[in-house]
């Protein structure tokens, strides 16, 4: 049995010298008879191998033949790496919480472990299915590629909380048994009270642990009467609980500041968030837990949870927040901030997972653009940096149009096609099903990359053509439907005074468009760089700049004064229907 290569390698820098070394011919020491054969990078790093002899020596095997690492805090960590995003569905996908996933996939991929998809949905108030599927559809279209979860199974299945109560319920009556929990039977009318009580008093909220001093004698009388019930955790009242953070290092919580006693099991049996949480990660074997650093004030009690189970705690992470421009935490005030808007929005998906790759991460080869694979063999949790990561739009829209110049006409075509054919610039006209927004939501298309309509042939070869003149100025797919639109109808033609430049006035763009005709007239066959030759010594022959005599014909021709480059325009238009439209142009806006 031969242990993935990348994690130990990983685990034993993180140990021992916190940096990489240069790798070696792997030169695999004899192990004792029984124990694992351990082959890696550093056996033959002068600086690493005394220190490697003694971590083969760390490296035991259980009796269930799982292969295990005794970390630095003596922890067994199972070789294979396992890690999970569990977001609660009650909400679309955040790109703070797309962050989190996508840094766990990298993990997993960067040391060959596995990356677990777990569904949270013991908030059954807010809870949605439409929020299910909206998680498996977000991370499907990134790329993020599931090991184990809801819908594909797994050696721990079921993946969803709700489905699992039982072995909740099971276990919190175990901490009963041990003295580490206990019966509460105050009911929301007591609880207020005590609310308004702390409110008043300026209090810290909390339970008041009223029930935790009950009698046994008590306790059974109130369970025979049927009494309703919650089961809360027995936080030690002294001392404090330590643990250690990948990134901000150790951590101690006074045990008189973690949550006083919060319920674990609920009346209707329902357990809460943090009673699932740590017995799925438990049983699902989960090693390293990444999540947001809003998680660590709970993260105290969680620990505290584990050691009243008996069990080992997970390495923990956790990642810092998502901020806006103005250092407040991301929201809608400062734009999209569900990865649902961004796709509606025109972004593609490699401009996304590229760019939230690097808030807050930083990778050592010095590129800005990276591959999901490419970012799975080059993460390291190390590189994620401690201060909260500031998300810049216009970087992100930097990224877009990098990722849009390198596709070919054939994906770009794929790419900008539905946010075309959604954009009503057809009608019905396609050879596709009925296209109304409804219609594709019946179909299940619930985005603006998914539609009904397939193009004719007529309409795909024109669109082939534009597809390279366009890709340079397309920031967001949804720039396209106004680029490509003056080629399937007649624009509107703009006023008069928004055609004439700021240094002509009417009869000199008059002028302008009558001589612009006979260029036209002539660019068919042409290069793109003999039609401008063309253009330009018809600007030297009327005395006026270049761009004042090409922003009138573009205007007229493609109704925008923005549109793919002229002379590719006018010459897949046609050259007779770019001379009707400016003819229709001069009759309408500069007659006479």
């Not at 396992?82 to 996508?102: C, D, E, F, K, N």
């Not at 580490?180 to 339970?207: H, S, V």
């Not at 997970?314 to 990642?319: A, G, K, Q, R």
């Not at 399937?488 to 001589?515: N, S, Y």
């Amino acid at each position: 049995m031969i242990v993935q290569e990348t994690f130990v390698r990983q685990m034993c820098v993180r140990a021992h010298v916190r940096q990489t070394c240069a790798p070696a011919a792997p030169a695999a020491p004899a192990a004792p008879a029984g124990w694992l054969h351990l082959r890696h990078p550093l056996d033959g790093c002068t600086s690493c191998s005394r220190w490697m002899a003694g971590a083969i020596g760390h490296l035991v095997q259980s009796a269930a033949e799982r292969v295990y690492f005794l970390g630095s805090n003596r922890r067994r960590i199972p070789v294979e790496a396992r890690v999970r995003y569990a977001p609660s569905p009650t909400g679309m996908q955040h790109i703070g919480g797309v962050r989190t996933a996508l840094f766990n996939y990298l993990y997993a991929r960067s040391v060959g472990g596995k990356f677990i998809l777990r569904l949270e949905d013991t908030d059954q108030t807010r809870y949605g299915e439409e929020y299910v599927r909206n998680l498996y559809d977000t991370l499907g279209w990134l790329g993020m590629d599931w090991d184990e979860g809801g819908d594909k199974g797994g050696p721990f299945a079921p993946y969803v909380q709700s489905q699992r109560f039982d072995l909740y319920k099971k276990y919190a009556l175990e901490l009963v048994e041990k003295g580490q929990a206990y019966y509460c039977f105050c009911d929301e009318e007591r609880l207020e009270r005590i609310r308004k009580i702390q409110t008043m008093n300026k209090m810290a909220p909390g339970y008041d642990r009223h029930c935790r001093s009950l009698s046994p004698q008590e306790v059974k009388e109130s369970l025979d009467a049927g009494k309703p019930f919650v089961i809360r955790l027995a936080v030690p009242l002294e001392g404090s609980t330590k643990f250690h953070d990948q990134l901000l290092g150790d951590i101690e919580w006074k045990n008189e500041d973690v949550n006083p006693d919060p319920v674990l099991l609920k009346s209707d049996g329902f357990p809460t968030y943090h009673l699932a949480n740590i017995v799925d990660d438990h049983f699902m074997e989960i090693t390293h837990v990444m999540r947001a650093q809003e998680w660590i004030p709970s993260t105290p009690l969680h620990v505290i949870m584990y050691k009243a189970f008996g069990w080992e705690h997970p390495e923990y992470c956790h990642l810092p927040m998502v901020m806006g421009q103005d250092g407040q935490k991301l929201s809608k005030r400062h734009g999209a901030t569900s990865c649902n808007e961004f796709r509606n929005n025109g972004y593609l998906k490699e401009a996304i997972i590229n760019y939230v790759a690097m808030l807050g991460c930083s990778y050592e080869d010095g590129r800005d653009m990276f591959t999901l694979e490419e970012l799975g063999k080059l993460f390291m949790m190390e590189h994620i940096n401690k201060a909260p990561a500031v998300f810049d739009y216009k970087k992100l829209e930097w990224f877009n149009g990098q990722y849009m110049r390198l596709k070919t006409d054939d994906e770009l075509f794929d790419l900008t096609w539905p946010f075309i054919a959604n954009s009503g610039l057809f009608g019905g006209c396609g050879e596709g099903e009925q296209n109304s927004p409804e219609a594709r939501k019946s179909a299940g298309l619930l985005f603006a990359d998914q539609t009904l309509l397939v193009p004719t042939a007529a309409q795909k070869d024109t669109l082939m053509k534009v597809m390279p003149l366009i890709r340079e100025r397309l920031h967001f797919l949804t720039d396209a439907p106004a680029m490509v639109a003056f080629l399937f109808g007649e624009p509107v033609i703009p006023p008069a005074e928004e055609i004439v430049p700021k240094k002509l006035d009417a009869a000199k763009t008059r002028e302008v468009l009558r001589a612009a005709k006979d260029v036209i007239a002539k660019i068919g066959g042409l290069t793109e760089e003999q039609a401008n030759e063309l253009f330009h010594a018809a600007a030297e022959a009327l005395g006026v700049k270049l761009g004042d005599l090409m922003m009138p014909i573009r205007m007229a021709v493609t109704g925008s004064r923005v549109s793919p480059p002229l002379v590719g325009s006018i010459q897949i238009l046609g050259i007779e229907a770019s001379l009707a439209r400016i003819d229709r142009t001069l009759a309408e806006r500069f007659p006479g």
